[in-house]
């Protein structure tokens, strides 16, 4: 087991935390406080190719690797949330399933842009109806009377990018079908969708707790026009590219919660030197000292998760139950440990003085989006076969 | 047409400067950073390959670790390294440095319409002294304190920005411009250039790849080659927050008058 990064890493990591630093961090506080999303830092992020780390140069990717994708939501999260899951849903929800299921001509036709930065993804799965149910499905896809597109009609909730992203992954209900047991079930198809179709909009933009200067917006088909040539897979293999897509996306979400649990730990380091109290500063009280040798051991665990998914999807292994279990205790100490960030603050944590209260909003989202920590637990016990 | 600038590796002086008991930095426990201008003259040779299509090459001395650094330029977009590296050449002062760096620049080879592209000064040392001499032992023109370039063919205009205001230039390459912050600001590394930085070339440059060259005289090279001698290193004080005042009325005037006044100046 070699737990050292390759020189490439180290590299990219130097460059994502300059990067994080001057260009994200001073941005971060305004992009809560106003919820705007950060379009210049995107457009930077892309020129960088920070918005295509993980995919071949071919389709305009930067070559890299998943573990320097992770490592890159992971700098930017340590400074800002909403930038984080900018990159982490338009990487894994959107470019992700067209590079791993596209046809050769749908890959030339939306990559290039994708992974420049100059268009954005995002992914359509949640509908008010259909959370963590996913068979609970009512937007519709059928093939009209020229059998050269299909018409969707419904809705998608919760969308994270969807106010300012170009091309959607969109799952739809294309028939009925049945499962392995003979029971009826929906069958569920996958879709290319482009802002600009006839009968597409984006809807109600949420005002939400945290990453607030992502755009989590809802999409609305009325008799939305999307060409056959856009069906993304095999017609029915769109809960199988749906639940493909999170596994990848859980990587992403997790090195999210992974950096902002790390952010809150330095800030907090660095907040617990200078404060005194009693005539000593506080990093001096044997509770402030073990409180940070908890928060930091329990994000070492969590990076140590985290890269070790990262590094399974790269060779091709079965990396679902560990991005799962990544999700779940990433998020969960992510969670712990910006609470605790604010508490050793005291009452100047409680501001928006200091970021670690934004961090504290931020990594709460992060136990909920792409599966709840309870369907974490799910997915991990349905692998050691608990069912 | 090809752009060589000259970097060096120097302590990362933005934060703790630790000093040996001798004087001398204590360059082993400190952060290595490229220096500063030498990153506005790796960024002007980039903007010129950018407009021009020309070759970026990375040339410095020192110890092998200072390869990291040529590969982080590689990865900003510099096509090829050189790193000038041996016991010979250590202990070098600016007047050995810019030999060796010239002997370096010389087996690369400087050719019409070539740029040799250096920073003003490293924080280390604060001389600004090894740019113009590499300039003089090449014998190529030299244009200090870069804060434009222009290129129109052969021609290069650049705008000197000294301390009482700017001087325009108009030079023929090959020629050596020292550069400075106002110049520019230097790019990141992007995610595609990290990936090929390690498959670019990088060449040695060691002493006996060099020894043919007339510069490398053994009695003027390395620190027994130096006539400089130091007699302490220190870190300068830290400046105080500037004030700034502004208006153009006697209200502001006399304001400033009585600032100065409270601090005995007038």
């Given amino acids: ?154 809705s998608k909730i919760f969308i994270t990018n969807a106010g300012f992203a170009d091309v959607f992954i969109v799952i739809a209900v294309t028939g009925k079908t049945t499962n392995k047991r003979g029971k009826p079930i929906k069958e569920i198809s996958a879709f290319i969708v482009e802002r600009t179709f006839p009968g597409f909009s984006v809807g109600k933009h949420e005002k939400k707790m945290g990453i607030r200067g992502s755009s989590t917006c809802e999409l609305v088909f009325e008799d939305c026009i999307v060409p056959k040539a856009n069906l993304l897979g095999k017609i029915g293999q769109g809960f199988k590219i749906a639940m493909q897509t999170l596994d990848g996306g859980r990587i992403g979400i997790a090195a999210q919660a992974l950096g902002l649990g790390e952010g809150a730990v330095n800030e907090a380091i660095k907040y617990t030197k200078e404060r005194v109290q009693f005539g000593k500063r506080i990093s001096q009280f044997q509770n402030t000292q073990f409180q940070l040798a908890d928060m930091h051991t329990r994000m070492q665990a969590a990076q140590f998760l985290v890269y070790s998914a990262a590094c399974k999807k790269q060779n091709h292994e079965d990396y679902s139950m560990d991005a799962a279990m990544a999700k779940l205790f990433a998020a969960e100490a992510a969670s712990d440990v910006t609470r605790r960030a604010v508490q050793l603050f005291g009452g100047y944590g409680y501001t928006r003085e200091y970021p670690v209260e934004r961090m504290m909003r931020d990594a709460k989202i992060t136990e909920i989006y792409e599966g709840t920590s309870e369907v974490q637990r799910m997915v991990i016990s349905s692998h050691l076969g608990v069912n | 047409m090809k752009v060589i600038v000259c970097v060096k590796q120097v302590p990362d002086t933005s934060g703790k400067v630790a000093v040996n008991p001798d004087g001398t930095l204590n360059r082993a426990s400190m952060e290595t950073i490229t220096n500063p201008d030498d990153m506005n003259a790796v960024e002007a040779a980039l903007k010129l390959k950018d407009e021009t299509g020309c070759k970026v090459i990375v040339v410095t001395m020192g110890p092998p670790p200072a390869e990291g650094m040529l590969r982080e330029l590689l990865a900003m977009g510099a096509d090829e390294g050189y790193l000038i590296s041996g016991r010979e050449f250590g202990g070098s002062d600016t007047y050995a440095t810019s030999q060796i760096v010239a002997a370096g620049v010389n087996k690369i080879g400087v050719e019409k319409g070539d740029i040799v592209m250096c920073g003003r000064q490293a924080i280390d040392g604060d001389t600004a002294q090894v740019g113009p001499q590499i300039a003089e032992k090449l014998h190529l023109p030299q244009v200090t304190y870069a804060a434009d370039i222009h290129k129109d063919g052969d021609d290069i205009t650049v705008k000197r920005m000294l301390e009482d205001g700017y001087m325009t230039i108009k030079v023929k390459t090959p020629c050596l411009l020292t550069c400075i912050k106002e110049l520019n600001k230097p790019r990141y590394m992007s995610v595609g250039g990290i990936f090929e930085a390690y498959s670019k070339p990088v060449t040695v440059l060691d002493y006996e790849a060099l020894k043919d060259d007339p510069l490398i005289d053994p009695t003027t090279i390395g620190l027994k080659g130096s006539p400089t001698n130091i007699l302490v290193s220190f870190t300068p004080p830290q400046k105080g927050a500037g004030m700034m005042l502004e208006g153009a009325d006697m209200g502001t005037c006399e304001k400033l008058a009585g600032i100065l006044a409270g601090k005995h100046i007038i």
Avoid at chain 1, 13 to 32: G, I, Q, S, T
Avoid at chain 1, 54 to 76: I, Q, R
């Fill in chain 1, 1 to 154: 087991m070699d737990f050292h990064l390759s020189k490439e890493q180290l590299m990219l990591r130097k460059m994502y935390r300059d990067f994080a630093e001057n260009e994200v961090k001073p941005l971060a506080e305004e992009v809560d406080e106003t919820e705007e999303f950060p379009m210049e830092t995107v457009k930077k992020m892309g020129e960088l190719g920070m918005m295509g780390i993980y995919f071949p140069k071919e389709y305009g990717g930067a070559g890299g690797d998943v573990l320097s994708y992770a490592m890159c939501v992971e700098e930017l999260a340590k400074v800002c949330g909403t930038t984080a899951v900018i990159v982490s849903a338009h990487t894994s929800l959107c470019c992700a399933p067209i590079f791993e299921h596209g046809t050769e001509e749908q890959k030339r036709k939306y990559l290039p842009d994708l992974l420049s930065g100059k268009k954005i993804g995002a992914f359509g799965l949640t509908e008010p109806g259909a959370g963590t149910d996913a068979q609970g499905q009512q937007t519709t896809a059928v093939l009209d009377e020229s059998g050269e597109n299909y018409i969707l009609n419904g």
